[in-house]
């Protein structure tokens, strides 16, 4: 594993490229970003824990890639990042350095090569004293409300969740680390680097039930009017689901998926007829989200009155291990 730091600045060059060593007690962590998981927000990758060229969470599961130095907690899609989601300090200390002036551009629109040197995006470093400092990535241009050297307390805000830097959704990157190195604040000692066992996280216990570990999430689910892509589902400019719309279309999006899952989507209409059902094929590796549909075309005179459930669900293992239901009135 190599754990390649989001560089703030491109002189910011902090430490080894490996988990701190049998790294002192550190700050107590509160949540970072004014979301509820589960809710308004998830998490979307932890720290990469393996040694090797692989890539393996604190829970040794796949909810991480290759190199992954930090914690991501994801917005919803792009409407909710545009309304705008606080990032807060995760521990009191002193601001010592920051960038604000990185546009907001998904890296898949702008390319990689434009934010080379930039990979962290409008962001800040905060030190908290004894070598430790948190490093907060992706935020929204111009938003950041801060100044090197300011003090700071935990849970003061700093700016907003953004898209800046080198990412394809709105999200807050928080990397920890001591003297320079990477440490988990889900799983501090890296003496267990290779195995599973429980640890005492750096979260206050607030935050450490609020992160508690999932194994995947339903991230969207609902209806439209017609078919819609991945991308209509980040950006909601899907096709609305009213009256005259040429299609109804269930839908659902997860994130954290292993190999093997298989998403499904039952439509049913009033009165618990089946109008459509699919399942996907099964993953072929770890995803870090996908996306399945199912719909039929609107019948001549619209749809009977009544309430429509969109049923969703994640499969694993031959069990349903997510599921999450959606309901619309015509």
Known sequence: MRITHLALFAMLAVGGTALAQAAPQGPRLGFPVACEIGRTCEVQNYVDRDPGPGARDYRCATRTYQGHSGVDIRLLDLPAQKRGVEVLAAA???????????ADVSVRAAGVASVAGRECG??????????????YCHMAQGSIRVKAGDVVTAGQPLGRVGLSGQTEYPHLHMTVRHQGRTVDPFAPNPASAASCTAQQPMWTPAAAKALTYKAGAILNAGFAGAALTLDQIESGTMTRLAAGAPYMVAYMRAVGLERGDELEVILTAPGGS????????????????????????????????????????????????LTRRETTRM
């Not at 009191?92 to 990185?102: A, K």
């Not at 409008?122 to 490093?135: A, F, K, R, S």
């Not at 609107?298 to 429509?308: I, K, L, M």
């Open 92 to 102: 009191p200390g002193r601001v010592s350095r920051l960038r604000n002036d990185v």
């Open 122 to 135: 409008n962001g800040l470093v905060i030190d908290h004293g004894g070598g430790w400092e948190t490093q």
């Open 274 to 321: 089946q109008l459509a059902a699919g399942k996907s094929k099964p993953m072929d590796g770890p995803k870090a989200h996908w996306f399945q549909m199912v719909g039929k075309r609107t019948p001549p005179g619209g749809w009977p009155s009544g309430a429509y459930t969109a049923e969703t669900r994640v499969w694993r293992g031959g069990k349903v291990v």
